[in-house]
Nanobody, 116 residues
Framework: QVQLVESGGGLVQPGGSLRLSCAAS????????MSWYRQAPGKERELVAA????????TYADSVKGRFTISRDNGKNSLYLQMNSLKSEDTAVYYC?????????WGQGTQVTVSS
């Protein structure tokens, strides 16, 4: 059974940093393309960043380029999102996503709130 468990969210001041983690189990992590999505209140879920199964390719939403870094550790079955220079508009629930054999799998999400 595929499981994705996010952690690392919380309350941070504008300009601060957070590191999100996603622990994966129940599938061959090294074969899955992984992504982070986010959903703010009243808005649709949007792609934040994605990474290929080997980690050699990454892509970012324009709104987070230069501030966020996605990475993975296939030996630890883990996905990460380093978020720097956080802004109030980054406030959202952040979801870990796995794409494997044509199927999408989601974690339960972790809340990130950027506020002074």
């Amino acid at each position: 059974q595929v499981q994705l468990v996010e952690s690392g969210g919380g309350l941070v001041q504008p300009g601060g940093s957070l590191r999100l983690s996603c622990a994966a189990s129940g599938f061959t992590f090294s074969r899955a393309a992984m992504s982070w999505y986010r959903q703010a209140p009243g808005k649709e879920r949007e792609l934040v960043a994605a990474i290929g199964n080997t980690g050699s390719t990454t892509t970012y939403a324009d709104s987070v380029k230069g501030r966020f870094t996605i990475s993975r550790d296939n030996g630890k079955n883990s996905l990460y999102l380093q978020m720097n220079s956080l802004k109030s508009e980054d406030t959202a629930v952040y979801y870990c996503n796995a794409f494997l054999y044509g199927n999408y799998y989601w974690g339960q999400g972790t809340q990130v709130t950027v506020s002074s």
